[in-house]
Each structure stands twice: as structure tokens, then as C-alpha cells.
């Protein structure tokens, strides 16, 4: 199928141009990153933003790509220029997906829909976040939809939640690995700030029947140790929980459930002890194809294969859970070696252009994640804004490739600078 994505995304700025009209968010990256932060509180800029440490693995993934360059070839139709791909024997017009971001309430009310809806709107799918905002069942129908899943100590939450990915239309489930604990993360610390402890991003876990009923329990067992303090900022943390738990918040006011269903939370998300005999029963437990997110090893990437699933997903979450980690694009392409063609292998991390995502493809990853940019276009112009981010990045890889000489990134000669 012909592609002309760049030709005419240039084509619609620049005629508008002529009526005084310019685009809604800034072409450039380093601009929308300015405008985007500026455009958040403090808290949501620290928590989107924000990594590992002293934040050396986020300045290796950009400097990762930095290390590449394009040999441009001349003289060679590219009139037709094909950038589709086939995940899991779908079929997706662009290389492109959405990684998922918790939270993001931080950012902008109802930001899961709206990002589901600019998603939708540029041609891509969203993948859910487990700490989304939203249900994800709220987000049926708009769209196309992957599932991250966080695993929890609670295997019977775990099978809950992948029964309500297959139910609610997702086409896959994304498992995250690289978050069984959280990473040391001084942006938020400093602020002494986590949005889950105020009832943001736990969406999933409040709209789930399983979890439900934990919290029901833990709200009617007796409570232990010394009572919090009763301060103003305490307060105000209640009231914020009222409000974001389901229901009105002057019941929930009244209620022990949506406190206890805070500490729940904290007490279950994350588990440490996950290990390749977990990964082991996915297949009995989902019929979705499932993609292991946080692979940087080449060790890992053959187990994965040999453990069946369907797909890897090369990340360091964004330089947000160790510092000084692998950048993503110096271990894509260790793990596509060694993969060998036998499940597709994706990549995130440092993503921030549609050249960005061309050097991607070329160094053998099957389809890219964008994330930060994509909450930035959020925070400034909503759903537009999210829809305009993805276009210009496919637009920009679109041009890329024709401009190199080829009809598709794969197909593009790279070498490294140095």
C-alpha cells in the first residue's frame, strides 16, 4: 500500500500557513518537550519525566541514537513506499504503537480517553496502561488496544485482569518486567510524591472485582500499628482519594474502603519474586499473544522464546527504573540476533522523532513505542495534540525513508559514527 504520509502532513502546514494557521504543538522535539513540561504542574512534570538515579540510562538512550547514521542512496523510485506491518498475524498500517504511561491524570482530565482518542485519530494503537486512569473497559471501541500488565502478588488478580484485556477488545498483553519494584527516582522523591497514594492510576485495580473485594477486606479487618497523623496535606490526600475512587466522593468520604483500597494497592502491585516459571503459565492463562517488555539481554530474549510467548519488547522503561542501565537501541541489536526471526521484536526508550524510529526499524526492530513525546502533544492540545505528536513522527519516518533512497525503513543502510 503506498504511503504518503510525510508529503501530505507538509503539504496541510504549510497551506495553512498561508491563512496565518500553524500547527498546535511544535514540529520540533526539543521545542514540544519545552512547551509539553511547561504546560504541566510540578508533580506531573516530575513523574513523566523524570528517571532512574542521576538519569544517565535516559541520557544513554539519546545519545544511543546519536552513535547511527543513514547512508542515503539516489536515483531510485520511491514513488511507493510501504511501511506496514504484521504483529500477531494483524495488520498495522504504521510501525508505530503507544507505550503505555500511568498516571496521566497528572497530566489532563480523562487523559486515558483522550490519548485513546488522538491514538485512533493518527492510525496507531494505544497500549493501556496498568495504572491507567481508566477502566479499560471505558476505552472499548476507540480505537485499537494492546494491555500492559503489572504482575501482582495476587495471581488471581493477575487472571482477572487478563480476562477483562480479552474482553475488552485489547489485541495483546504487554508484560512488564523491569517494574517488580520501583526504581529510586529523586524527581518524585523530592516532591515526596506518588500519584498512587492519592488514588491516581489505580483505575484498573478499583474497577476489578477481585480487588474489590481485598480492599473489602482489608477495610473491615482491624487496623494495626500507630494512626496516621492528622495533618492539612493529609487531608487534602483524602480528599483526593474520595474523588478518584468510583462512586461519590462524599459517600467515599464516609467509606474506609477507598483508603484501604490505596494501601491495597501498595501492598500488592509489585512483585519481586517473578520469575520465568510465572512466565511459563501465561499460556494457559490468556489467549492473547503476549510480548515480554524490558528484555535487554540476549540470555533473556532466547528464554523468552523458549518460553513461548510471542513477542519482546526491547526497553529500559524510559531510563526510569536503573540508572546507568543498557540504552534500548545498543541492546536492540543483540536481542534481534538473537531471536533469529522467530517472534517480532520491538523497542522503546529514548523514541523521541520519526528518524528516531527509522534507525529503530533498520537495526531489525519489527514496530517502535512512543512515550514521552506523545504526553507532552497531551498536555498542550489533548486528544489533538496526541493525534498531531503521532502524525508528524510517522510523516517525518515516512520522508526519511523516501529521501534515503528506500520503500521501507528495513530496508535503510546504516553504520555506526563512531
Not at 519545552?34 to 523524570?50: E, F, I, L, Q, T
Not at 471501541?141 to 485482569?161: M, P
Not at 517472534?343 to 520519526?354: E, I, N
Request: hydrophobic share 45%; proline share 5%; with cysteine.
Amino acid at each position: 500500500m503506498a504511503i504518503a504520509a510525510g508529503r501530505a502532513r507538509q503539504e496541510q502546514v504549510y497551506r495553512d500557513g498561508v491563512s496565518g494557521r500553524r500547527p498546535r504543538v511544535p514540529t520540533s522535539a526539543a521545542e514540544l518537550e519545552r512547551r509539553g513540561r511547561r504546560a504541566m504542574s510540578r508533580r506531573a512534570d516530575a513523574y513523566v519525566g523524570g528517571g532512574a538515579g542521576a538519569e544517565a540510562t535516559m541520557r544513554a538512550n539519546r545519545a544511543a541514537f546519536d552513535r547511527w547514521e543513514t547512508v542515503p542512496r539516489v536515483l531510485r523510485d520511491v514513488g511507493t513506499r510501504d511501511h506496514s506491518v504484521d504483529l500477531f498475524g494483524r495488520r498495522h498500517e504504521h510501525p508505530l504503537l503507544l507505550a503505555p504511561i500511568g498516571a496521566l491524570d497528572l497530566v489532563r482530565r480523562d487523559a486515558d480517553l483522550e490519548v485513546a482518542r488522538g491514538a485512533a485519530a493518527a492510525g496507531v494503537p494505544m497500549i493501556v496502561s496498568n495504572q491507567a486512569g481508566a477502566a479499560m473497559e471505558s476505552l472499548a471501541g476507540v480505537g485499537r488496544r494492546w494491555f500492559q500488565l503489572y504482575w501482582s502478588t495476587s495471581d488471581e488478580l493477575v487472571d482477572s485482569f487478563l480476562a477483562r484485556a480479552e474482553a475488552s477488545g485489547c489485541e495483546a498483553v504487554v508484560v512488564t518486567l523491569d517494574t517488580t519494584m520501583l526504581g529510586w527516582r529523586p524527581r518524585d522523591l523530592d516532591l515526596g510524591h506518588l500519584p498512587f497514594s492519592r488514588g491516581l492510576g489505580i483505575a484498573q485495580y478499583t474497577s476489578d472485582p477481585v480487588f474489590a473485594r481485598l480492599a473489602r477486606e482489608r477495610a473491615a479487618a482491624p487496623r494495626s500499628g500507630p494512626a496516621p497523623r492528622v495533618t492539612p496535606a493529609a487531608v487534602r490526600t483524602l480528599l483526593e482519594i474520595s474523588r478518584h475512587h468510583p462512586g461519590r466522593a462524599l459517600d467515599n468520604l464516609r467509606s474506609p474502603v477507598p483508603r484501604a483500597a490505596v494501601e491495597t494497592f501498595l501492598d500488592v502491585y509489585s512483585r519481586p519474586q517473578l520469575s520465568w516459571d510465572d512466565i511459563a503459565t501465561l499460556r494457559s492463562r490468556t489467549a492473547l499473544p503476549v510480548v515480554l517488555k524490558g528484555v535487554l539481554h540476549p540470555d533473556d530474549a532466547r528464554r523468552a522464546v523458549d518460553a513461548g510467548v510471542d513477542a519482546v519488547l526491547v526497553s529500559n522503561h524510559g531510563g526510569r527504573q536503573v540508572d546507568h542501565a543498557v540504552a534500548a537501541l545498543d541492546a536492540l541489536p543483540g536481542v534481534v540476533e538473537a531471536v533469529a526471526d522467530r517472534m517480532p521484536v520491538l523497542l522503546d526508550s529514548g523514541v523521541r522523532t520519526g528518524g528516531d524510529v527509522a534507525l529503530a526499524l533498520a537495526l531489525g526492530a519489527r514496530a517502535v513505542c512512543l512515550g514521552r513525546p506523545f504526553t507532552w502533544g497531551l498536555a498542550l492540545a489533548g486528544a489533538a495534540g496526541v493525534a498531531q505528536v503521532v502524525s508528524d513522527v510517522l510523516a517525518e519516518l515516512d520522508l526519511t525513508v523516501g529521501l534515503a533512497g528506500v520503500r521501507s525503513a528495513a530496508e535503510l543502510e546504516v553504520r555506526r559514527r563512531y
